[in-house]
């Protein structure tokens, strides 16, 4: 009997949606707009992503997974149901069977809670599969075979360091620090050097366009609009990409040390493979510019 198979990448920041035969066939943002009153799903996605920060009082714009696990059962279900529909068509009766990435420290409660809500949603089946795995796969790593392979995947709401080696995760660490806690930093910098308040969406632009890990000599510019402390009215101000780079810097050197820590951990055999192979970065973190120079600086491979 034909079942469809679906792979979903639920990221705390993006949910990614993988048909065989057809590709990437969604990209979209984790975040759900409910009307209050009534509890009932406005948005899903992009759609929803526009409305933050733009919305009445009695419509609010939820991620609703934190740290990349379910923060709320019944939006990431409701969630869930929209991009599985999408995926195989509103009028398709078979339920396919689903795959779908989790971090590499979930627990059994977490596990179940992402397996109950899948099912809910109208998957026939659903599979979790560590993240850290996936990422190797990705990266054409051959995870079966017995020499050691690093991985440092920055999401949305978590950083995960693994070593792999014969199919299955060696030693590892799982930090909720990554491309959220960066918008907050730039934020938070921005309140404290400028007296300027930015919102999310404007932080998140500004990582993208003028981020980096590393100062550099020839300095990004960016033009940011928000509204002064001070005054309360708009104000104009310029931020470059070595301000940035000031601002990650402590929630970068946490996932440095993180690296350190697995370090710590792996055999030293696979330590002597990851010295000689290198070390892969993947997630929405490893678009940061000069990130794998940080890390090479910080861990010497």
Do not use: C
Not at 101 to 121: Q, V
Not at 158 to 173: D, H, K, N, P
Not at 220 to 232: T, Y
Not at 268 to 295: C, T, Y
């Amino acid at each position: 009997m034909f079942t469809k198979k679906i792979g979903i990448d639920l990221g705390t920041a993006n949910t990614i949606v993988f048909v065989p035969g057809k590709g990437y066939i969604i990209n979209e943002p984790t975040i759900v707009a409910l009307s209050l009153p009534d509890n009932t799903v406005l948005a899903v996605g992009r759609e929803a992503k526009d409305m933050i920060g733009r919305t009445p009082e009695d419509i609010v714009a939820y991620r609703p997974l934190k740290d990349g696990v379910i923060a709320d059962y019944y939006i990431t279900k409701a969630m869930l149901r929209y991009f599985i529909s999408k995926a195989v068509g509103y009028f398709n009766f078979l339920k396919p069977d689903v795959v779908i990435s989790a971090p590499a420290g979930i627990t059994p409660n977490e596990r179940r809670a992402i397996t109950s809500a899948a099912k809910e949603a109208g998957a026939a089946e659903a599979y979790i599969v560590k993240e850290p795995l996936l990422a190797a796969l990705g990266a054409g790593i051959p995870i079966n075979s017995y020499s050691g392979n690093m991985i440092i995947n920055i999401g949305g709401g978590t950083s995960e360091v693994a070593v792999e080696s014969l199919g299955s995760i060696v030693s590892w660490s799982s930090l909720r620090v990554a491309g959220n806690r960066f918008d907050q930093a730039i934020m938070d910098y921005i309140k404290k050097k400028y007296s300027l308040y930015v919102g999310e969406q404007t932080a998140e632009l500004i990582k993208i366009e003028v981020g980096s890990a590393l100062p550099i000599r020839e300095k990004l510019e960016i033009h940011v609009r928000g509204r002064d402390m001070v005054s309360g009215l708009p104000k104009d101000i310029m931020v470059n990409s070595n301000e940035v780079a000031e601002a990650l810097n402590p929630h970068l050197l946490d996932i440095a040390v993180s690296v350190q820590s697995v370090f710590n951990e792996t055999p030293p055999e696979l330590v002597a493979d990851i010295m000689e192979r290198g070390i892969i970065v993947s997630g929405g973190g490893a678009q940061l510019r000069n990130i794998d120079e940080f890390f090479k600086q910080m861990s010497g491979v």
